[in-house]
Structure formats: structure tokens, C-alpha cells
């Protein structure tokens, strides 16, 4: 999404958000469908809690009724494009190394394709998410099971995949809860994630 574009000195300044964050970081990025221009310059921002106002932006805007914005936890680039290179609304993409997410495993919050994990972010994380209560021994257990080696791939994995638009909980988790092979059960400790396997 193409949030605000405006022309600056001999550059085109372009804010593009990405999605929410924290994010593990930014693989690539095209502008129609080519490399950025020569000349173009691009800073990322993460997602990350304490990020400050982009400079560029800040300048930009500074004649235009100002910009502070530092948007927390909300992932986005920023690009000075030269004028001279693009001659309509540039279509700009990019490939994103996704959130990061807390695993009770190691009690740290990282980049991870478990599926079992992005269903226990989506339920429990306060600004997008369901706020709920989990069970984090039983999402361990199931981020487990999806983790267990076939070959030399985890046997599930989450790749590509993006919300673009509002949905309701129920409908997140049950694609989600399908992608880690796993059941959501409630329970006085917060919700289970139960592994889709057979019990012995």
C-alpha cells in the first residue's frame, strides 16, 4: 500500500507500508517489476516498538501541513525516487521475510515459519489479533509436531502467506489451525493447541 507520495526537490518520496511488525526484514524490492531505479535511495522500517519518524518523510511534508507519524509495530519502506526515472504512479512490490513470533520453546520472539506459532500470535497478540489467554506448554508441543523432521524439511512450514484484509478471528485461526495440523481446544489455562495426530 502505497500510504503518501509527494514530489521533493528533484525526487519523488514514496512511503509504502508493508503489513504489521515486527518483521524479520525486507529480501527485495522492485519498482515495476525491475530494480529501483539508479539513484533511488530506500530505508526499511521493522515494525519495531520504538521506531522514530522517517527523516525523509518528516522534510518532505515539512511545508505541507508536517508529518511525525513513527508508526509503532507497523512495518514500511520509504523511497527518495528520482523524478527524472518514473513518469507515472510507480507499482512498487516487495518480497518480506515475515514476523517475528514468540516461541515458548526458547522464551525468545524470532523469525519462524511454524504455523503452530503464527496460530498462537494471531490468537493471542492485543493490537491484531484475539487477545486471548494460550496454553504456551501445549503450543510448544504442537510447533513440536509441526518441526518434526520428514527428510530434511519440517514436516509442515508456512510460507507466502498474507492477510490483506480484515477477517473475523474464527475464520484466521481455523486456515491457520489447518496449515499446523492441530485442533484449538479452550481450557482454564487459555487455549490448547492440540496436535492432529494419533494419541498412543
Not at 10 to 31: A, F, H, K, R, Y
Not at 170 to 199: E, F, H, M, N, Q
Request: charged content about 15%.
Amino acid at each position: 500500500q502505497i500510504a503518501n507520495i509527494t514530489a521533493h526537490g528533484t525526487n519523488w518520496v514514496v512511503q509504502c507500508i508493508w503489513g504489521e511488525g515486527e518483521i524479520d526484514g525486507i529480501e527485495s524490492l522492485q519498482i515495476n517489476d525491475a530494480a529501483p531505479p539508479s539513484g533511488t535511495q530506500i530505508t526499511h522500517y521493522l515494525g519495531t516498538a520504538g521506531q522514530t519518524a522517517d527523516p525523509w518523510l518528516v522534510s518532505a511534508f515539512a511545508t505541507k501541513g508536517g508529518y511525525s507519524d513513527a508508526l509503532p509495530h507497523v512495518a514500511y519502506s520509504v523511497l527518495r525516487i528520482p523524478v527524472s526515472a518514473v513518469q507515472d504512479m510507480p507499482q512498487i512490490t516487495a518480497i518480506v521475510r515475515g514476523r517475528k513470533l514468540y516461541d515458548p520453546r526458547s522464551g525468545l520472539t524470532a523469525y519462524s515459519t511454524n504455523p503452530a506459532l503464527a496460530l498462537a500470535d494471531m490468537r493471542s497478540n492485543t493490537r491484531y489479533g484475539g487477545g486471548r489467554t494460550m496454553d504456551w506448554a501445549s503450543v510448544a508441543a504442537a510447533a513440536d509436531a509441526c518441526d518434526e523432521a520428514v527428510g530434511a524439511a519440517p514436516r509442515r512450514a508456512l510460507h507466502g502467506l498474507t492477510f490483506a484484509g480484515r477477517q473475523d478471528l474464527d475464520s484466521l485461526s481455523d486456515a491457520l489451525r489447518t496449515y499446523a495440523g492441530c485442533w484449538i481446544v479452550p481450557s482454564a489455562a487459555g487455549d490448547k493447541l492440540i496436535a492432529d495426530r494419533p494419541g498412543f
